[in-house]
């Protein structure tokens, strides 16, 4: 008579358990995107191309704060980089309202990067980098998770790399609008940022990984139960 003796998987204990998953944050972090900046935008051109970019610039504001709005009322948190987002799409909106000028559509990204990467700099000589700020939206964090001196170089050195690429990305978009014909500077603009900004995405996920591998912040990839017969 044959005896089959199963070995019972390992438990996790409460701490680890509760660490979501690398799955789990990307897919947290590309919802925020989604909501943020990528629907906005879509919104944007469409709109622009079939009722001008007056009517494109309102639409695109009423969905960033049509999206503050339904999170407020749905008692969910409001991701940080929304309330940016809802913040330089007003600035933008009352800048070409106020002064009914057509180039000011295109010039208004390249203010808003340089904008975003002036505060990103500026916000290294807080306790808190932005960066810090943001992270929430992304992962559940806690004050003794900021403080440990791993995760604080993490975000002062990812909060310099977005600085230099907003600031970066805005004066080479500048260079483009002054010197290229309007066909040209929206095409290049179109490839290069969507490129520059995937790749920088990319960057960050993989260094906050590795990071949050070496901090055990992530929750335990599953293995396969072993059979013993």
């Not at 000011?104 to 975003?116: A, E, G, K, R």
């Not at 970066?168 to 940022?193: H, R």
């Amino acid at each position: 008579m044959s005896l089959a003796v199963t070995n019972p998987a390992p438990a996790l204990d409460d701490a680890h358990h509760a660490c979501p998953t690398l799955g789990a944050v990307v897919r947290r972090v590309s919802l925020s995107l989604l909501v943020a900046c990528l629907i906005p935008a879509v919104l944007f051109y469409t709109t622009f191309v079939l009722a001008g970019v007056w009517t494109a610039i309102l639409v695109a504001l009423g969905w960033s704060y049509g999206a503050i709005t339904w999170r407020a009322v749905t008692g969910r948190r409001t991701s940080g980089l929304l309330i940016i987002t809802a913040t330089l799409i007003t600035l933008r909106t009352v800048v070409s309202l106020a002064a009914g000028s057509t180039f000011l559509y295109f010039l208004q990204p390249i203010i808003s990067d340089m904008v975003v990467g002036t505060t990103f700099l500026l916000s290294l000589a807080t306790t808190r980098p932005l960066v810090a700020r943001l992270a929430g939206d992304f992962y559940p964090m806690t004050e003794e998770l900021r403080l440990r001196p791993r995760v604080q170089r993490l975000f002062r050195n990812l909060t310099v790399m977005w600085a230099v690429l907003c600031i970066g990305k805005a004066s080479f978009t500048l260079w483009l609008l002054q010197s290229q014909s309007l066909e040209d500077f929206v095409l290049i603009k179109s490839v290069t940022v969507l490129a520059v900004n995937m790749s920088a995405a990319a960057a960050t996920i993989a260094v906050a990984t590795l990071c949050a591998r070496r901090e055990g912040l992530l929750g335990p990839r599953l293995q396969p139960v072993p059979v013993v017969v």
